[in-house]
């Protein structure tokens, strides 16, 4: 079969994937803003579609990395890269089939979980058990449950921070005005610390551990500077302080919620163009390396997907997710975001691929420990859980189904 | 569809406040009732009774959707139940004054003149009790909005403490009315003099439930 047929074929199906990811993700990434009110579902609609492409195309390339040559040493293909090809095309498209039918029977299933399915499935039949890293594999299974546990310890610090130094506070006004600016700056230094510290090669941002400490500083700095201005600006009125201390976090929650669409872009995009990722280098080299930086205009590509699943289908989602929740305020969904973002972030830095819906379950429970929810729903755990342990092998069937069809046909 | 939206339940506080302005709308009717009676106007307290039991019905509604929506998988800030004995304390202010409305109107009792003092009185102390009860509900949203801790509980707790006293004073209130009472019980026929120690009791009551409405909300507090 002729290898720009498989690369055009990978870059759509790659391309329907995200848009998929951005349209049902990035509703679970932005529900809580649009929930507490600090963002008209048009708003949300507009900073997920950009931030998501910003956290693709800067800090997007480490996951890829994984799904692309983590789980399975491309160099075992060397004399055989077809079948590579096939492999990354029959992952991607297995897992796209999968997340398809799941989210028609409504099972709440993960991309994240269902592309690694997909990438292990066709590794076992064409490599067999010997040929995968399993202590990836390891690692990779270990951070879902990692993840979700150490955001919820982060959302539930910052909520009992806010609770109490702001809410338990005799002025919880002037102390908003106090404490918030440390949360913007934090969003700052650490959104700068990601993306320049070893970063894109292509964007010359891979810079040494003391400079890119420097840079983040002094944009933490920045965003303690405009948190500072942005609760100063508010003019307190006459109706209940912890109220106004809600309506005077609206622009933190923005500010997290962005930030969370950025980690979001970071983590998930690879979900869609990690195998296509794979497939472009096997071709544009002509064999199998593992030093080839991903081409940035993947990543601009998969990220432009993500905002266009959001732009166009994610709205809908949005639309009955801001009118089913009403138990969430801005000080929680700050701190909830904050924490997702955080994690996910970090994951995204350190190669994991992590599903961003279930870190923030994960920190919307951290925030409900520290009595910051009105009402959860807990018997919602157990659907997640049972709906990734499915995705593995039901997207890893689909994977090797897909793999062997082709490798009959064109071999 | 979202898992995060099925993982964020409906608020118990908001339908809890409700209930709050269902019983209020209840037991303020208790104030005109008593007026019309110690006018001796029959007509009137059939009419205000009838507000009363409906009053009543409507926060009972309130009441069964609170419980129906708290299933015991949901996750919420304070104990499970503590929310559904303090919703049952605040229900049974709501139900004593309707118990009051019907002893009212299940038989003609003519309050006699040297008890219109203490009566008076009495009502006055029992529905101070109430009113203060009222006002700890009524701050429900906010300390959830507070995580039930800090100054906002440290208020709620001192209008808690005040509940004890004004409680206190409607028992003792009720002891000079009843003592009263027996003062003119030769010129009471016996029936009366029944009747009369069922609308204390009831009267009672009432202030009874406003202070364990009280009591459940501090339980709910955290001195975090």
Avoid at chain 1, 198 to 209: E, F, Q, R, S
Avoid at chain 1, 389 to 396: E, F, Q
Avoid at chain 2, 159 to 183: G, H, N, P
């Amino acid at each position: 079969m002729d290898a720009s047929f498989i690369l055009i074929a990978a870059v759509l199906v790659g391309l329907y994937s995200a848009i998929n990811i951005g349209a049902n993700d990035v509703a679970n990434a932005m529900a809580t803003s649009v929930a507490s009110g600090a963002l008209t579902i048009k708003r949300a609609v507009v900073v997920a579609g950009v931030c998501d492409i910003l956290g693709a195309v800067l800090v997007g390339s480490h996951v890829a990395n994984t799904i692309r040559k983590g789980l399975i040493d491309p160099l075992q293909f060397s004399d055989r890269q077809n079948l590579f090809l096939f492999g990354m095309l029959a992952a991607v498209l297995g897992s796209a089939l999968w997340v398809n039918i799941a989210t028609y029977f409504k099972l709440p299933v993960s991309t994240t979980h269902s592309i690694i399915g997909g990438v292990i499935g066709f590794g076992l039949v064409s490599v067999g058990i010997a040929g995968i890293k399993w202590k990836v594999v390891l690692f990779v299974a270990l951070s879902w449950i990692i993840s979700p546990v150490f955001g919820g310890i982060i959302a539930f610090t910052i909520f009992s921070i806010i609770k109490k130094f702001i809410l338990s506070s005799k002025e919880p006004i002037a102390q908003t005005r106090k404490i918030g600016p440390f949360f913007t700056g934090m969003v700052g230094f650490i959104l700068s610390l990601a993306v320049t510290f070893k970063g894109l090669k292509h964007l010359h941002l891979d810079l040494p551990i003391i400079e890119a400490l420097l840079i983040s500083l002094c944009v933490g700095a920045g965003g303690f500077l405009l948190g500072s201005f942005l609760l100063r600006r508010y003019k307190e009125r006459d109706t209940d302080p912890y109220y106004q201390v809600e309506k005077m976090a609206n622009p933190l929650q923005v500010l997290s919620a962005g930030f969370q669409a950025f980690s979001h872009g970071a983590n998930d995009v690879a979900n869609a163009i990690g195998p296509v990722a794979a497939i472009v280098t096997v071709i544009q080299t002509q064999k199998v390396e593992m030093q080839v930086a991903i081409p940035l205009w993947l990543l601009l590509l998969g990220g432009v997907g993500l905002a266009f699943g959001v732009y166009t289908w994610g709205y809908r989602v949005m639309e009955t997710v801001g009118e089913k929740i009403t138990s969430i305020t801005p000080t929680r969904g700050f701190s909830a975001e904050f924490g997702t973002a955080t994690t996910v972030l970090l994951c995204s830095r350190l190669g994991m691929p992590v599903s961003t819906t279930h870190v923030a379950v994960g920190n919307i429970i951290g925030v409900g420990l520290a009595r910051g929810i009105s009402a959860i729903n807990l018997d919602v755990i157990k659907k997640i859980f049972s709906a990734w342990i499915i995705s593995l092998p039901a997207a890893g069937l689909f994977s090797i189904a897909i793999y062997l069809i082709l490798s009959i046909l064109f071999t | 569809m979202s898992i995060i939206s099925k993982l964020l339940g409906k608020s118990p506080f908001e339908p809890l406040y409700q209930h709050m302005l269902k019983v209020k709308a209840c037991v303020d009717l208790v104030r005109p009732l008593m007026d019309v009676f110690l006018k001796g106007e029959e007509e009137k307290v059939k009419d205000v009774a009838k507000k009363i039991f409906k009053a009543e019905h409507d926060a009972d509604i309130v009441k069964k959707d609170i419980r129906s929506n708290l299933p015991k998988s949901i996750f919420l800030p304070v104990a499970r139940g503590d929310i559904l004995r303090f919703l049952k304390e605040q229900d049974h202010i709501a139900d004593s004054a309707e118990d009051l409305a019907a002893l009212l109107i299940l038989r003609k009792t003519t309050v006699p003149e040297e008890l219109k003092a203490e009566l008076k009185d009495f009502v006055d102390k029992v529905l101070e009790t109430y009113e203060v009860a009222m006002t700890v509900s009524s701050e429900i949203k906010l300390l959830a909005e507070t995580s039930f801790g800090g100054e906002e509980a440290h208020k709620v707790m001192e209008l808690i403490e005040s509940l004890k006293l004004k409680e206190w004073e409607a028992d003792k209130a009720q002891m000079t009315a009843a003592k009263k009472m027996f003062s003119i019980e030769k010129k009471l026929d016996p029936v009366s003099v029944m009747m009369w120690m069922h609308i204390f009791s009831e009267l009672g009551t009432l202030a009874n439930h406003a202070e364990n409405a009280g009591d459940q909300m501090r339980l709910m507090l955290h001195n975090s």
